[in-house]
């Protein structure tokens, strides 16, 4: 949320940097020196996605969607607020370009209807990513915040298709920008499609090594809770080799729970480290040496370190 909502806003010319934008979204914090307005920008930015993230069950890749992310990322920037959330009525022009848009309201919501479609049609999430945050661009349905709104909704096939989002970070801006005006004025999508999948891969490696591990449930909390001295017994007796990898449970243990007790041991296994020998009543030398000898032993244990 803070890499996207400082990223996107950036390629407006939003002068607050990575570390004021998280102040601000964390804890309320306006920069000194920056205007209401570019705070609002940011601001809006995260309503738009917590809006996304929060509904992402029921949110569709529709017109409604597309209309409803612009009302939130537009709120309180435009010269008129009746033009927060509705396709516009008049024209606009892009700056730096020669490409002309469409002004007639009817047309704009008939080819919006028909990009949806297309966008519907096509099976690829990443596909479906890179023709909404160009088509979207492209199209210019709105007063303003166009390139927001799309950049936002490029996000939600990745999402909805349980993959990485793409936060911007790491998208070459230079070859963002470029990237549509080569497809505004001549329809070529090299440049655009490049500064997509290299910001792309960047930002999913970025993402996977700070992704946090899901915890365990209150549930088997619990378990584990209940058979905790059992596991550290065991623990203990494996490592000095009283007890096999595979252990006979004892007749105490109801038959409901002889398979998640045996996969809790295991997993008490793979997680074993010498920094644990403490809590197991062991020397780390003792651990050390037993995790050579399951090193040693890999293929045959099938446990895996």
């Known amino acids: 949320m803070i890499e996207i909502s400082f990223a996107s806003s950036r390629l407006e010319g939003n002068t607050y940097d990575l570390i004021e934008t998280q102040a601000l979204l964390e804890y309320g914090q306006q920069a000194a020196g920056k205007s209401a307005e570019e705070a609002r ?4 930015h995260r309503d ?3 809006y996304l993230l929060d509904h992402i069950d029921d949110v569709q890749i529709d017109k409604k969607t597309i209309l409803d992310v612009h009302a939130l990322v537009s709120n309180g ?3 008129q ?3 927060e959330g509705q396709v516009r009525e008049r024209g606009v022009s892009i700056t730096s370009s020669t490409y002309q848009p469409l002004d007639n309201r009817f047309q704009l919501e008939e080819v919006l209807e028909e990009m949806l479609e297309h966008v519907a049609h096509e099976t690829d999430p990443f596909n479906q990513s890179l023709m909404l945050m160009v088509g979207i661009a492209y199209l210019q349905p709105f007063a303003d915040c166009n390139k927001r709104t799309g950049r936002l909704m490029a996000n939600l096939p990745l999402i909805k298709a349980s993959l990485s989002p793409l936060s911007f970070i790491t998208v070459d801006a230079a070859n963002y920008t470029r990237g549509l005006l080569a ?3 001549l329809g070529f999508t090299e440049i655009i499609s490049s500064a997509f999948v290299s910001g792309y891969i960047e930002s999913a490696e970025s993402y996977r090594l700070l992704a946090v591990p ?3 449930s209150a549930e088997q909390k619990g378990f584990e809770l209940k058979y905790r001295a059992f596991g550290t017994n065991y623990i203990k007796r494996l490592v000095r080799g009283e007890v096999s990898l595979d252990p006979e449970l004892p007749g105490t243990v109801p038959a409901e729970d002889h398979a998640p007790l045996k996969q809790h041991l295991q997993q008490l296994v793979q997680d074993l480290h010498p920094g644990q020998a403490v809590v197991y009543g062991l020397q780390r030398e003792e651990v050390e040496r037993f995790l050579q000898r399951l090193s040693a032993a890999g ?3 099938g446990i895996q370190r």
Do not use: S
């Open 81 to 83: 607020r009746r033009d």
């Open 48 to 50: 738009a996605i917590r």
């Open 183 to 185: 497809y505004y004025e």
């Open 299 to 301: 293929g045959a244990t």
């Open 214 to 216: 899901k915890g365990r």
């Open 41 to 44: 920008m940011i601001l809006n």
């Open 77 to 79: 920037l435009l010269a």
